[in-house]
């Protein structure tokens, strides 16, 4: 069975900050780690891999130094990686991107099972996923909790919905967006870092795609453009409750109902 | 020989610090009672819950005159029954004195009541990009209480303990004067250190009503290291060779694999991994990214040659808290295992870890007890629990007795002492008096008697 987790590099600190005057996200010289999502669909895949038997590559596009989530995916089991980079590529929307790595897929040729995390902490459309599937035209499910079987080219499953939980099966090759909070990730393992080879990190640019049309990638590609982005309001507000025990407590369930809490 | 509280006192205290802080008889809740210690429970006659020095001063000059005993309490959280009120009397509620009262910058100190928290003055401190670096395991402690117990926690290893950031005290005596001990100077030869008396006196020998801490700039970066091995011996063998190498670690803690998987149970979490019987946990800061990476590796390579079958990188907040809340919960953890249990706070030299722990693992076969363990490896203070578990009254005791008497007579064998950083209490003077002796306990004493004549302050506690 093979199986390839796609994965993207996003900054590393969780409070990210937007230059105020452009917009923009400011990534310069901030550290960088693998979107946490990500990190429930490569364990999910590597846990099938050894229980079923099989291989786990992975996929990202980014600048150059994306290498290092591919680097990082190796440490948590995979056999190896890609990196999709061209300067073609920039400014990619989720179509764009979807697009671009599914020709990415094609070049790397078939695989099983194809898994994504729910979203991205830096993006958060939670759309690269379904549109990926769509691109490659294999079925799709979204919120995968677990994998209970894999026989006979099907895949059985059992994924969320609202406040339900669905049991699937699928015809493999599929796509399963896999949910947050599912599993406790491995860490990386410093000893595969160590013996990590140049030929586990492979680089794929627009030259090496099926499809060389440039209208169909970056900026160009794109069928949303950004207008603005700015960090919500952060809410800082305060309240204490003072008191007796039973005073705290009515207040405290007075504040709660009337924020519909309950 | 103590004044018991009357309606009148009670009245004449609420003059003192307002009809509200003061509360009698039925409203006081058993919590006041206790400590986290399980076991020892005294009811305090009046809770007077005090918000200023001058509110102490008054109190306690009150006090004084009528031979009325005070305990002194924060947050309630300590471990051997320390606040607990044994004779009674007025029980002082430092916890509401919580204020930071300023951010020296130039001198890199804050001052502080009190009552704060230690995760309020952390996270201030890290908002101003300083670090105030002891960081015992519970959090919700008033940094009075850490000053009292002279606590130490899991950063020690490369900072130290609380008495190494006490720069100042502010105290207030058992006849009601007001002492400044030390200041917000970096050294200090002026005579006996009674600011370092103070320092782990457990409420004996005055009232913290503030303290100047040092702070130190906060390391930019920070990144841990999760070591297996195949078992305990090796592990433990492992940390002084690491402590020994050219790496500073900023934590080393040792946990077992059954401890562990309590904190999964506790937590309903797993853990990254439990594949081996023993772990190392590290932690290194720094303000350079490339230095850190470089420790790290240092470490790791040190740790792989000694035969530890891998060794995990834990570098993203995500990973941190997988790892740090499982290490962090495994107190309440072991508490929530069993239906009653009872510690032991040994710190041994960091060579006789493992002989101590060998030995906690042969009671636990001789007595029958449970005795699940985790602990400091880097500076040698484990944390040992007896847990009651089906015994009846009677068998636990006699069990606990038995196990206590022998870790604290095999620590002492071992150039052990009693307590690491929780202090002696009222649960552990039996054994501080056993391992001391009559010389240095007499000490004790005169100092005591020196400060509180009348033996007002928390008494029943470390050597009286």
């Known amino acids: 069975m093979k199986i390839l987790v796609c994965i993207k590099q996003v900054p590393g600190s969780n409070n990210v900050e937007v230059d105020p005057v452009t917009g923009v996200l400011k990534r310069d010289g901030a550290a960088s780690k693998m979107n946490p999502y990500d990190l429930y669909a490569l364990e999910l895949a590597v846990s099938l891999a050894e229980r079923f038997g099989g291989t786990v590559e992975t996929l990202t596009m980014g600048p150059p130094q994306a290498k290092a989530v591919i680097v990082e995916s190796v440490c948590m089991g995979a056999s190896r990686g890609t990196v999709l980079s061209d300067r073609k590529f920039a400014g990619a929307d989720v179509l764009a991107t979807s697009y671009t790595l599914s020709q990415g897929v094609r070049k790397l040729g078939d695989f099983d099972l194809i898994f994504c995390g729910k979203q991205t902490t830096d993006g958060d459309t939670a759309q690269v996923g379904a549109e990926l599937a769509e691109a490659l035209g294999i079925p799709n499910v979204t919120g995968v909790l677990s994998v209970e079987e894999i026989k006979d080219g099907e895949v059985f499953l059992t994924a969320a919905l609202d ?60 069928a949303t453009q950004v207008e603005r982005i700015f960090p919500p309001e952060k809410n800082t507000e305060k309240k204490t409750v003072e008191g007796g025990v039973e005073e705290m407590a009515e207040a405290l369930f007075g504040l709660i109902q009337s924020r519909k809490l309950l | 020989m103590y004044h018991k509280l009357t309606e009148e006192d009670v009245f004449a205290l609420r003059e003192l610090v307002g009809e509200e802080a003061v ?120 940094v009075g209480g850490n000053i009292s117990t002279n606590a130490g926690g899991m950063r020690a290893v490369k900072y130290g303990v609380t008495r190494d950031y006490v720069r100042g005290l502010t105290v207030v005596t058992p006849t009601g004067e007001v002492l400044h001990l030390g200041g917000k100077v970096a050294k200090n030869s002026t005579g006996y250190s009674l600011k370092d008396l103070i320092i782990g006196s457990e409420g004996t020998l005055g009232i913290i009503t503030e303290a100047i801490l040092k702070l130190l700039p906060l390391p930019k970066y920070s990144v841990s290291l999760l070591v297996p091995f195949k078992d305990r011996k090796s592990a ?148 040992i629990y007896l847990c009651r578990d089906g015994l009846g009254e009677e068998e636990w005791e006699e069990a606990k007795k038995a196990c206590f008497d022998g870790m604290y007579e095999k620590a002492a064998s071992l150039g052990g002492l009693v307590s690491g950083e929780h202090g002696i209490g009222y649960a552990k003077k039996e054994y501080l008096k056993k391992q001391y002796g009559e010389g240095p306990v007499s000490l004790m004493q005169g100092i005591k008697r020196v400060f509180d004549p009348k033996n007002l302050l928390n008494p029943g506690k470390i050597c009286f």
Request: hydrophobic share 35%.
């Open chain 2, 23 to 142: 509360l009698f008889g039925d409203q006081i809740s058993r919590d006041y009672a206790k400590d986290e210690l399980g076991g020892i429970e005294r009811m305090p006659e009046a809770v007077v819950t005090v918000r200023s020095e001058e509110q102490v001063v008054r109190v306690m000059r009150y006090a004084y005159e009528k031979t009325i005993p005070v305990t002194v309490r924060g947050s309630g959280t300590g471990l051997v029954g320390g606040a607990v009120p044994k004779e009674g009397g007025i029980l002082l509620h430092t916890a509401k004195m919580n204020r930071i009262l300023e951010l020296d910058e130039e001198n890199f100190t804050v001052t502080v009541e009190p009552g704060v928290l230690l995760m309020d003055l952390a996270a201030f401190a890290e908002e101003h990009d300083y670090l105030y670096p002891p960081d015992p395991g519970e959090k919700s402690a008033t």
């Open chain 1, 163 to 222: 406040n339900r939980v669905l049991t699937l099966k699928a015809k493999m090759p599929c796509l399963l967006s896999v949910g947050a909070d599912i599993n406790t990730p491995r860490l990386p393992s410093y000893r595969i870092l160590r013996e990590v080879k140049e030929e586990q990190v492979r680089f794929l640019s627009f030259e090496d795609f099926p499809d060389r049309e440039e209208k169909h990638y970056g900026l160009n590609g794109s």
């Open chain 2, 236 to 383: 433990i063998e492992a940390v002084p060779k690491i402590i020994r190498s050219e790496v500073t670690p900023t934590a080393v803690e040792y946990m077992a694999k059954e401890t562990i998987l309590y904190a999964e149970n506790y937590l309903g979490k797993k853990f990254p991994d439990t594949s081996s019987d023993a772990y190392i946990l590290l932690t290194f800061d720094g303000s350079t990214e490339g230095q850190i990476e470089a420790d790290r590796k240092t470490v790791a390579e040190l740790c792989l040659s000694l035969g530890a079958p891998d060794a995990y990188l834990i570098d993203t907040e995500e990973r941190k808290k997988a790892v740090w809340s499982a290490r962090g919960a495994f107190l309440e953890a072991i508490k929530a295992s069993t239906t009653e249990m009872d510690e032991c706070d040994v710190v041994v030299p960091v060579g006789k870890i493992d002989e101590f722990i060998d030995y906690t693992h042969r009671l636990a076969e001789e007595t029958g007890l449970r005795i699940p363990s985790f602990g400091h490896a880097g500076d040698g203070n484990l944390h």
